[in-house]
Nanobody
Framework: VQLVESGGGLVQPGGSLRLSCAASGFTFRWYAMSWYRQAPGKERELVAAVSSGGGSPNYADSVKGRFTISRDNVKNTVYLQMNSLKPEDTAVYYC?????????WGQGTQVSVSS
């Protein structure tokens, strides 16, 4: 089983990034997918989640209107489009898959927002 995140990097405030998480080794379409983030010295928090079929996305209040989660069940990939980035969005972003009592985590990708 693998969840491999990519697309992180350094961006200026107001900029955009698109994170991708490529899944393999399990039946991706069964799993609800989420993005979490963890900033230094803070707990990991849920950023966005999407159901197995791609509907019912939900977002943390801090990212509503700026971030969009989506998934492609053919490519076995989940995305996080991040617009209007702020310094407080700086964190390691993790991909998470869950189905019933089974869940998997990716290794994380660093997002840094700074001028």
């Amino acid at each position: 089983v693998q969840l491999v995140e990519s697309g992180g990097g350094l961006v200026q405030p107001g900029g955009s990034l698109r994170l991708s998480c490529a899944a393999s080794g399990f039946t991706f379409r069964w799993y609800a997918m989420s993005w979490y983030r963890q900033a230094p010295g803070k707990e990991r928090e849920l950023v966005a989640a999407v159901s197995s079929g791609g509907g019912s996305p939900n977002y943390a209040d801090s990212v509503k209107g700026r971030f969009t989660i989506s998934r492609d069940n053919v490519k076995n990939t989940v995305y996080l489009q991040m617009n209007s980035l702020k310094p407080e969005d700086t964190a390691v972003y993790y991909c998470h898959a869950v189905w019933l009592e089974t869940d998997y985590w990716g290794q994380g990708t660093q997002v840094s927002v700074s001028s």
